[in-house]
């Protein structure tokens, strides 16, 4: 009878340890999915965090883009302004050279008109004198 009930305890503790093992590895199964589901899951929120950091960053990141525009319109604009400046001072000074050359001329031509009335007048005094001095001799 002992021997029976030894075999019996034997048989008995291999179905157990058999029927543990069954039972143990559903629930080990089940604790690597719990323990891929929390990995899945951290890697998801670091992922979404990531995702998140990189918006921020990505609309610094345009706003800096809007500035340099805005930057580079006002410089293009006072460009223009100092563009259309230069222009037109020297379409000025394009004018103020042909006055001055027009004014240059004139002052010429007065000058030559001034030395001619000047010529003709000593000549029409030497004349006087001769023409004088001849009938003054006659």
Do not use: C
């Not at 670091?46 to 998140?52: D, I």
């Not at 050279?97 to 031509?109: D, G, N």
Request: charged letters at 40%.
């Amino acid at each position: 009878e002992v021997r029976e009930i030894n075999a019996l305890l034997v048989v008995t503790s291999e179905r157990l340890e058999t029927e543990s093992n069954r039972a143990n590895t559903p629930e080990r199964r089940a604790l690597e999915y719990l323990n891929r589901l929390r990995q899945a899951n951290e890697g998801r929120d670091r992922a979404e965090q990531e995702a998140a950091r990189l918006r921020e960053e990505l609309k610094l990141y345009k706003l800096q883009l809007d500035n340099a525009q805005k930057e580079i319109f006002r410089a293009q604009y006072i460009i223009n302004q100092v563009s259309a400046q230069k222009n037109e001072a020297q379409a000025e000074a394009a004018r103020a050279r042909t006055k001055a050359r027009k004014l240059h001329e004139e002052k010429m031509v007065m000058i030559a008109h001034e030395e001619v009335r000047h010529r003709g007048y000593k000549e029409g005094l030497s004349y006087g004198r001769r023409l004088g001095f001849d009938e003054g001799r006659s």
